[in-house]
Structure formats: structure tokens, C-alpha cells
């Protein structure tokens, strides 16, 4: 679990430094008016969530799929939530750009979904491989 975890956490910074820095680069060059100020915000918020999605799938219980699911759309509700909250802050802080900024916002929760599905699914995986071979150890051991 810990090699799958380090896996993940450096895809994921990977990933986010690619996307944060090439959606930035689009939009200075061929978007400069759609910029915001506090465009940094939105590629850390992504992050500290995408690390808070990774470490926290340590403490799920393998053995009960259902807690699982529950514990994958509590997180996703969570995020909705503090992304709500990200966004309400920055209107009050920034009335005249709020669009541009939900437009970039909203185009990193979509890319970020896609990802957290991905880690989703190789987690599942993961424990259903793990899973697989204590069963066949312990049918080994009955022989």
C-alpha cells in the first residue's frame, strides 16, 4: 500500500504542476484577458485535496467495500462543499472576475474528477489483487 501511495502522490504533483502550469501558459498567450489574479489558488486547492483524497484512502477498511464507496462520496461531497466555499471567497474578494475565474475552476474540478476516478479505480484494484492473493495463500495453507 505505501509503494501505491507514493505512486500516487508523485503522479498526482506531477500531473497538477503539468496542468497548473500549461493551463496558466494558455491562458496568458492566447487568453490574457480571462487571467486572474489569484489564479495559483485554484492548482493548490486541487492538490491539497487531491493529497488529502490520497492519504486518507490509507485508513479505508479493505475488507468492506460498501464503507469504501461511502468514504469515495463523502470525500467527493467534502470537496464540492470547500469548492463552493473557494468560490464564494473569491467573489467576495473579486466581484469583477468571478467568472473567469469559476470558468477556470470549474475546468480543473473536471480535469481533477477524471484523475480522482483514476486513483478511485487502481486503489479498487489494488485491494481486490490483495485481496485475491491472501485468499489463495490461505487456500495454500489448508492443503
Known amino acids: ?15 497538477l ?21 489569484y489564479y495559483f489558488i485554484v492548482p493548490l486547492f486541487f492538490y491539497l485535496m487531491g493529497l488529502i483524497f490520497i492519504f486518507q ?10 464503507k469504501m464507496v461511502n468514504f469515495y462520496m463523502l ?5 464540492i462543499f470547500m ?3 473557494i468560490i464564494l471567497i473569491y467573489w467576495f474578494l473579486d466581484k469583477p472576475h468571478i467568472r473567469n475565474f469559476a470558468i477556470i475552476f470549474v475546468i480543473f474540478y ?3 474528477l477524471i484523475w480522482e476516478t483514476y ?23 489448508e492443503l
Open 83 to 85: 469548492s463552493v466555499i
Open 110 to 112: 473536471l480535469i481533477n
Open 57 to 66: 484512502f490509507k485508513r479505508t477498511p479493505v475488507n468492506e467495500p460498501k
Open 1 to 15: 500500500m505505501k509503494k501505491l501511495t507514493t505512486y500516487f502522490l508523485i503522479v498526482h504533483t506531477i500531473m
Open 119 to 141: 486513483i478511485y479505480m487502481r486503489m479498487e484494484l489494488y485491494f481486490k489483487y490483495k485481496d485475491k492473493q491472501q485468499k489463495n495463500s490461505r487456500k495454500d495453507i
Open 17 to 37: 504542476l503539468i496542468t497548473g502550469f500549461g493551463f496558466w501558459f494558455i491562458l496568458n498567450k492566447f487568453f490574457p484577458e480571462t487571467m486572474v489574479d
Open 75 to 79: 470525500m467527493r461531497m467534502i470537496k
